[in-house]
């Protein structure tokens, strides 16, 4: 199963379930009520994703015939498990996927526990530095295109900006 970097529903639908088992509804309400500052997940989305999940082998599903209506209730495998702790420790590889997949990853840190997540934040800001010093190199190439020189300018303050802020977290962390 293949993960989109920017919209890690999967992953972050395995997290919830590392709560413990839990029910699609239960699922969007979670995740609406804890990332929804950081995207919009769909009913619709959830319920395809778990469906996805299941194929998988990365949850398991047991009908609850004493709610009604009846339920299908969503417990992670090992599978899932290992798969989501695997994801959660990588940082992300685009600057653009730092909005939306690294907060993700930063709220289940928190949220589960997680050791590690000065390393993580580290990782990620090596990995952001290098981007920033690649893109230096290239502006150094001088371009008589003033549009290029904004569009360059304007990436490298972008990246300069986050870098300084997951500085501040990797002391901030505890």
Request: charged letters at 30%; proline letters at 4%.
């Amino acid at each position: 199963m293949s993960y989109p970097s920017s919209f890690p529903m999967e992953r972050a639908l395995l997290g919830f379930l590392m709560e413990g088992p839990a029910h699609g509804y239960a699922l969007h309400q979670r995740a609406d009520e804890a990332l929804g500052r950081v995207w919009y997940m769909g009913m619709s989305n959830v319920y395809g994703t778990l469906k996805d999940l299941e194929e998988s082998g990365h949850v398991e599903a047991v009908l609850d015939e004493s709610s009604y209506p009846p339920r299908k209730v969503y417990t992670i495998t090992a599978v899932g498990r290992d798969g989501f702790l695997a994801w959660v420790r990588e940082p992300v590889a685009a600057v653009r996927d730092i909005r939306v997949e690294f907060l993700a990853k930063l709220y289940f840190f928190d949220r589960l526990e997680l050791e590690g997540a000065p390393s993580f934040l580290r990782a990620q800001r090596a990995l952001c530095q290098d981007r920033l010093e690649e893109l230096e190199r290239r502006a150094a190439e001088t371009t008589d295109d003033r549009f290029d020189r904004v569009v360059s300018d304007f990436r490298r303050w972008r990246i300069r900006s986050t870098v300084e802020w997951l500085r501040e977290w990797e002391t901030r962390w505890h």
